[in-house]
């Protein structure tokens, strides 16, 4: 079965950067919406950004102005660009994608991630 595999996550002071990246572990034959949700400790899972295949983008209030959200077609990637990160940034970030798997095949299948961690912290 196919997953996606996230890289990117650390620890970093307040004010850093980081840089996500997403990507299907298999072969798969389109993506249509890819974006990255978190969830902090004690919270719901909260949308931060998705990107759809046509490249419309929507962020969470919270992240506007410090974060962007890209996609590489060609690699099945995409990105999300984390800067001035504050505290409340702290959280696992998902990554999610729609997945398609043959031409034939008019359905997307909603894939999600292991998480991976972001910490913001002095």
């Known amino acids: 079965q196919v997953q996606l595999v996230e890289s990117g996550g650390g620890l970093v002071q307040p004010g850093g950067s980081l840089r996500l990246s997403c990507a299907p572990s298999g072969t798969i034959f389109s993506i249509n919406d890819m974006g990255w949700y978190r969830q902090a400790p004690g919270k719901q899972r909260e949308l931060v950004a998705l990107i759809s295949s046509g490249g419309n983008t929507d962020f969470a209030d919270s992240v506007k102005g410090r974060f962007t959200i890209s996609r590489d077609n060609a690699k099945n990637t995409v990105y999300l660009q984390m800067n001035s990160l504050k505290p409340e940034d702290t959280a696992v970030y998902f990554c999610?994608?729609?997945?398609?798997?043959?031409?034939?095949?008019?359905?997307?299948?909603?894939?999600w991630g292991q998480g991976t961690q972001v910490t913001v912290s002095s």
């Open positions: 999610y994608a729609d997945l398609k798997y043959t031409s034939y095949s008019r359905t997307y299948y909603a894939h």
